[in-house]
Structure formats: C-alpha cells, structure tokens
T-cell receptor
Framework: SQQGEEDPQALSIQEGENATMNCSYK?????LQWYRQNSGRGLVHLIL?????REKHSGRLRVTLDTSKKSSSLLITASRAADTASYFC???????????FGTGTKLQVIP | KAGVTQTPRYLIKTRGQQVTLSCSPI?????VSWYQQTPGQGLQFLFE???????NKGNFPGRFSGRQFSNSRSEMNVSTLELGDSALYLC??????????????FGPGTRLTVL
C-alpha cells in the first residue's frame, strides 16, 4: 500500500520556471526522502529531511516538512529540461528498513 | 566507489517459470532492500536484508523470496511466474544499522517481462 500521495500526478512547465510538488502521508515518520527517477530507470536520492526539521536546501532544491499536516513539498527552482523525470517521496517510519514510497509526480520541463 | 549493480538488466520469462535476480550493494553497505515497480501499483516494498537476515517483509505472496550472502550481495527469487509479475525490480543498499535513519542508494533495476 502507498503511504504517500503526491500531488499533482503530472506537471508540465517551461524551462526556467519553478516546479512544486507535494506529498502527503498517513502515519508518523522519522524522516522523509525525495527521489528522482528518469524514465524506467533506478531512483536517485535527492534529499532527506528528518522529522525534527522544517526546511532543507540542496542546490536548486528546497524541501519543507510539516509534520502536523503530515505533508512535504519539493520545490525545484529555475527548472531545466534535464529535470524532466518522476519524483517520489518516501517515508521512513522507523524500526527496520521499510521505506514506503508515494505515487509520484511526473514532471515535464519544456525547453 | 561503485554504485549498486543489478543483473540481469532485462529478462523475459514465460508463465510458470522461476527467476533469480541479483544485486550487489555499494561496498560497505550491509542492508539490501528490494522493491517492485509497476504502473498500476507504483513502488512496493518486497523485503529487506541486513547481515544475511531478513528484517522486514512487504505484502507479497510466498512465491517471492530472497536471501543475502556474507558479502552482502543479495538475490531475489520469484517462482511460478505470473503475468502480473512483469515489473521493474529495484534493489537499494544502505549502511542501515538497526533502527537508524539512512539513505538508500538504488540500482538501475531489472526489467522482468512475463509472457
């Protein structure tokens, strides 16, 4: 079953614009991670935010976490065509490794 | 440092057959997790191994099994293949000490097609 639901399911923007995608989850978590997947390939880890953190930056990425609302957002600034991919949030509820992935947002950046 | 490798990358089997997929984690990583990705169900957790022990298992039938060797390499096996087993199978490794928070590094996946 999916822990996370991502919104929107698909997003199409022009190069240079910002892209925002959201993730909502159901149970309490230890951390939340965002991954990128290029078409049909392995996942690339982007950023991890712990439950006691509210915001984190990495290059053009900004992630926020609101544990009271059980939601997170990923902002990609100044998007590039190479950012075209599917983006997944993954929640870790602690204990042994059982990371649960969201449904994903498919991002298309038009050059 | 070499990344996670998975073999084979592509596989075509027929219903009723069995298949074994292999995953070599990043050197020094002791945890290996397996996921199944399909268009309909998304990414589903199969199981995790740490130091040759299965620590967690997802909601999959017993036809799906795995193991981990002393060098942390892992295999997963699917017996009596069904059409619905067609998927991208992803392996991820991490340092993952017990109860710790850790980043998973994914391999490129094995694309299994069942005819």
């Amino acid at each position: 079953s999916q822990q996370g639901e991502e919104d929107p399911q698909a997003l199409s923007i022009q190069e240079g614009e910002n892209a925002t995608m959201n993730c909502s989850y159901k149970t309490s978590i230890n951390n939340l991670q965002w991954y990128r997947q290029n078409s049909g390939r392995g996942l690339v880890h982007l950023i991890l935010i712990r439950s006691n953190e509210r915001e984190k930056h990495s290059g053009r990425l900004r992630v926020t976490l609101d544990t009271s609302k059980k939601s997170s957002s990923l902002l990609i600034t100044a998007s590039r065509a190479a950012d075209t991919a599917s983006y997944f949030c993954a929640t870790d509820s602690g204990g042994y490794q059982k990371v649960t992935f969201g449904t994903g947002t498919k991002l298309q950046v038009i050059p | 440092k070499a990344g996670v490798t998975q073999t084979p990358r592509y596989l075509i089997k027929t219903r009723g057959q069995q298949v074994t997929l292999s995953c070599s984690p990043i050197s020094g990583h002791r945890s290996v997790s397996w996921y199944q990705q399909t268009p309909g169900q998304g990414l589903q957790f199969l199981f995790e191994y740490f130091s040759e022990t299965q620590r967690n298992k997802g909601n999959f039938p017993g036809r799906f099994s795995g193991r981990q060797f002393s060098n942390s390499r892992s295999e997963m096996n699917v017996s009596t293949l069904e059409l619905g087993d067609s998927a991208l199978y992803l392996c991820a490794s991490s340092l993952r000490a017990s109860g710790s928070t850790d980043t998973q590094y994914f391999g490129p996946g094995t694309r299994l097609t069942v005819l």
